[in-house]
């Protein structure tokens, strides 16, 4: 097909892994389906699927209450689960692993505990200029609250964090820098390491939102020595509804829990209440249990798979897609730093990303279009959204020429 065909794929079978996905064999509005949304959700693999079916059918109960055997089998399941995603982001202890609804619940859990506690007038966060909206509002919440700011460290043309301008605002009043991993808007890859080390000289912690990043390459929560890194299982192959926060130990010892309920209780009277131990207390109420077993079986499917072949494959995706965006006339890429991941972020001259969008869903293609809830980069740049295509070890490099046959075809009709 071309000559990127040659070249880190051959060593990925994406046709063979596809079969594993058994949402991706079918026809939408009379074409094959290419699914090009994964930074919005990816799909499941049939492992995932059938062990959330196998939890509902044999083991259904709830956890660490009962006191007979299906609460026991569903128990060591949903604590097994939390050790494959310790040593997956190679967590020093399991209970640093907070089940979670999702990256937004994580943030908020830490910017209502944490920052409750920590922050006070005239402190100051920093976020990316090209956060979600996740890894804004939360922020915005707390420093309403007891007086800081939240500011955003500038972002260049390209889609690239200004780090010059963060070693110069970082100051004594900086408690919190929380930055994406990648941004879901433009697929910047940050420097978070070279981050972190900056917030922690300068006394200030640092949160990495990782919620673009777990599914394209490996993240080792240790080597970064981040203070917490959250994100969703639905965006790593996993049920939606969950979530992780990891976090260090002495950190989570030190917050006070973010909700009340069951499970996150040691002693309950009328006269005082203690808290459970780490990571209960920070989970009140019955979890999501099917879900955190079906992620379960997401990590143990993402294990067996050649994630270096699936790396490789799906950088190749993307400089395929960025040589056929740049050889079609009117596309204007939109985030072209050199650190990218899978997505493919842009405008076509003449068009409304809404009405592109809705003539690719015609033709089976399912992208993502409207501002990605990356409202102040999209502002930065003027636009009131993109067209974005995001990319996943099960697309191929036909996928592509789909996306741009369709694309001329949207062409064709809207210009
Ligand atoms: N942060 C980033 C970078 C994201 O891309 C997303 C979702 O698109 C979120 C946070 C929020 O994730 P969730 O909706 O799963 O909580």
């Keep these: 097909m071309n000559d990127l065909s040659m070249s880190g794929v051959a060593t990925f079978d994406a046709e063979r892994v596809r079969q594993d996905f ?37 083991d259904n109960s709830n956890v660490h209450r009962g006191a007979h055997t299906l609460a026991d089998r569903a128990t060591e399941k949903f604590e097994a689960a939390r050790l494959k995603v310790a040593s997956y982001v190679n967590a020093g202890e399991a209970r640093q692993i907070i089940w979670t609804r999702g990256t937004s619940e994580g943030i908020n859990l830490v910017a209502s505990s ?29 420093a309403l609250e007891v007086g800081a700011t939240v ?7 390209t889609g690239t964090l200004d780090l010059d301008a963060l070693a110069s605002m970082l100051d004594e009043r900086v408690k919190m820098v929380a930055c994406g991993h990648v941004s879901n808007a433009l697929g910047t890859i ?31 929560v240790q080597a970064l020595d981040c203070d917490f890194y959250v994100f969703s299982a639905h965006k790593l192959f996993g049920p939606t509804g969950l979530g992780v926060l990891y ?5 989570l010892h030190a917050m006070p829990p973010y909700q ?66 740049q050889e079609t006339p009117g596309v204007q890429l939109i985030g072209t730093s050199a650190s990218k991941t899978s997505v493919l972020s842009f405008l076509l001259e003449g068009t409304h990303p809404q009405d592109v969008g809705m003539l690719l869903d015609q033709q089976g293609v399912a992208v993502r279009t409207g501002n990605h809830c990356a409202q102040p980069i999209m502002d ?25 046959e369709a694309l001329a075809k949207a062409r064709q009709f809207l210009v």
């Design 260 to 325: 009340g309920g069951g499970e996150m209780i040691e002693t309950v009277s009328f006269a005082g209440t203690t808290y459970n131990q780490l990571p209960y207390k920070f989970e009140a109420g019955t979890p999501h249990i099917a879900g955190v077993i079906g992620f379960g079986a997401a990590i143990d499917y993402l294990q067996q798979l050649d994630r270096r072949g699936a790396q490789a494959h799906e950088q190749a995706l993307l400089a395929y897609a960025e040589k056929r965006a």
């Design 190 to 220: 940050n420097p978070v390491e070279q981050i972190i080390g900056m917030a922690h000289a300068s006394g200030a912690l640092c949160l990495i939102d990782g919620a673009q990043a777990i599914s394209h390459f490996d993240v080792d």
């Design 247 to 251: 976090g260090k130990l002495d950190l």
């Design 22 to 58: 058994p949402i991706l064999n079918q026809e939408v509005n009379g074409n094959p389906l290419v699914y090009l949304d994964n930074a919005a959700t990816t799909q499941k693999p049939d492992a995932v699927i059938q062990a959330i079916v196998d939890y509902y059918r044999t």
């Design 114 to 142: 944490w920052g409750r506690t920590h922050l006070k007038q005239g402190d100051r966060v920093l976020v990316s200029a090209m956060e979600h909206h996740s890894n804004i509002v939360p922020w915005q919440m707390v």
């Design 151 to 157: 500011e955003a460290i500038p972002v260049d043309e």
């Design 380 to 404: 930065q740049f003027g636009i009131p959204g993109t067209i974005r295509a995001s990319f996943a070890f099960y697309n191929t490099l036909s996928d592509v020429d789909r996306l741009f």
